[in-house]
């Protein structure tokens, strides 16, 4: 099938380019210029829209297997898509694990079926996510992971993380670090401050976020290996990152739309919707992610997703799950508060969501050119409106955004070439 983009605005990382048709054949881009009259089976008129690379998410969670009352690899992927993301990296945090090469396989086999977008697994780093003995990065590697990460549990001893840093690394496989020491959180519920003191509800200091950031610092440093700090979210974390690129460490980073529009106040009210892990923190942590992104300290926005069945929400504020839905909001939320007020432009939000996701995973996209996928996003950049939590293609519908007035709709999403995603 020949499909025809017309009179679109591209955007990419590094160049903007007004008023462009793109030729897409054989699932490729073939072709990008002014007035491509082919003979084509499908035109779309993309006049006043941008159009992007398909968004990249290097982190979120898609509850496949073991868990798909909350979310499955169909459901998450089209959620997805609505999102305008062409590739997604889900979590190991399933059950049973994504430990092994068996599990990959099952995963990659069931998307390649049911999924819209392209889906490629995180494998984890220690058997059963228990922290202890690594688990077989090669064989999993070989059958489909982009990474490995223990993400929705730290690995507590470091010396697991040296030797993971070093193993991952002969694999060219980059290990994504969840930051949190336990001893310090002590089970807590939000951020430690003076919200939590007044909700009675036990918190978690940015010290416990604070440490483990130091230590994969230390560890990567020491080893000369890659590390990625998943969802950064203090102050503290951000100068350490800082200084430590400044110095040459290969450390990269991500945080997620609610560290940069949201603080711990969201969760008045015991707003579970607000629970999250790391929990949202003060104002002046959200400045310095903010400043993160703003200056490269922070490399990509990724999501996070996390959905949970309503009544594993609709609990006491300490029993709820950790977690929001991420798809369906990340471009409109990042597009709202950090492009609009002139803190990215179009260009660098680009290379955020789309380009260095790609090269942090080692993944072939978050470009538009010929030869490339024809993964593609067009978006209208200036339509106004109110996030409706149950408009959602997700199963879940967790989420502390619902209301929230926002600028830029997905209009299409294209992986491949093919329409997954149009705007209703």
């Known amino acids: 099938m ?13 160049r903007t380019e ?23 089976d499908q035109i779309i008129d993309a006049k006043g829209l941008a159009v992007l690379p398909g968004l990249v ?35 190991p945090n399933t059950n049973p694990v994504i430990d092994n090469e068996s599990i990959v396989r099952t995963i990659m086999e069931k998307a390649s079926h049911e999924a819209v977008v392209n889906v490629y697994p995180i494998g984890a780093i220690t058997k059963g996510l228990e922290g202890n003995e690594l688990a077989e990065m090669g064989s999993m590697k070989a059958a489909g992971i982009v990474a490995v990460s223990d993400d929705g549990k730290p690995v507590m001893q470091a010396s697991v993380m040296k030797k993971a840093l070093i193993y991952a690394g002969g694999f060219g496989l980059t290990v994504i670090s969840h930051c949190e020491d336990l001893n310090l959180a002590e089970g807590g519920s939000m951020n430690e401050g003076e919200t939590s ?31 990625h700090i998943a969802h950064v979210s203090t102050k503290g974390a951000v100068e350490m990152i800082r200084q430590a690129k400044k110095r040459g460490v290969l450390v990269t980073a991500e945080t997620c739309p609610h560290y940069f529009t949201l603080t711990e106040k969201a969760c008045e009210g015991y707003n579970t919707n607000a629970k999250m892990n790391p929990p949202l923190r003060t104002q002046e942590d959200v400045d310095a992610v903010i400043q993160g992104l703003k200056d490269g300290t922070i490399d990509i926005i990724a999501t996070d997703h996390a959905p949970h069945h309503f009544d594993e929400k609709n609990v006491e504020f300490e029993m709820a799950l950790n977690g929001i839905v991420g798809f369906e909001t990340a471009l409109p939320l990042a ?7 002139g803190i990215l432009d179009l260009n660098q939000l680009v290379d955020k969501m789309s380009t260095k996701p790609s090269r942090i995973l080692k993944i072939d996209k978050g470009d538009i050119r010929a030869g490339a996928d024809a993964d593609l996003v067009l978006v209208n950049l200036d339509e106004e409106y109110t996030i409706d939590t149950n408009e959602f293609l997700s199963k879940s519908k967790n989420s502390p955004f619902g209301g929230f007035k926002v600028t830029g709709r997905v209009k299409y999403t294209l992986v491949g070439g093919r329409i997954v995603y149009q705007d209703r």
Do not use: Q, W
Request: aromatic share 4%.
């Open 2 to 14: 020949k499909l025809l983009i017309k009179n679109g605005t591209i955007i990419t990382s590094d």
């Open 18 to 40: 007004v008023n462009r048709d793109i030729l897409i054949e054989d699932n490729k881009i073939s072709c990008i210029g002014e007035g491509i009259s082919d003979a084509v």
């Open 57 to 91: 998410d290097a982190h979120c969670h898609l509850r496949d297997p073991g868990y798909e009352y909350k979310e499955d690899i169909k459901s998450g992927s089209m959620s997805a898509a609505k999102g305008g993301f062409t590739s997604i990296a889900c979590m």
């Open 197 to 227: 003191t007044r909700l009675g509800i036990h918190g978690i200091p940015s010290a416990a976020e604070d440490v483990m950031v130091s230590r994969e610092i230390i560890l990567s440093e020491y080893t000369g290996m890659p590390v």
């Open 335 to 341: 597009l709202t508060y950090l492009v609009r007020p």
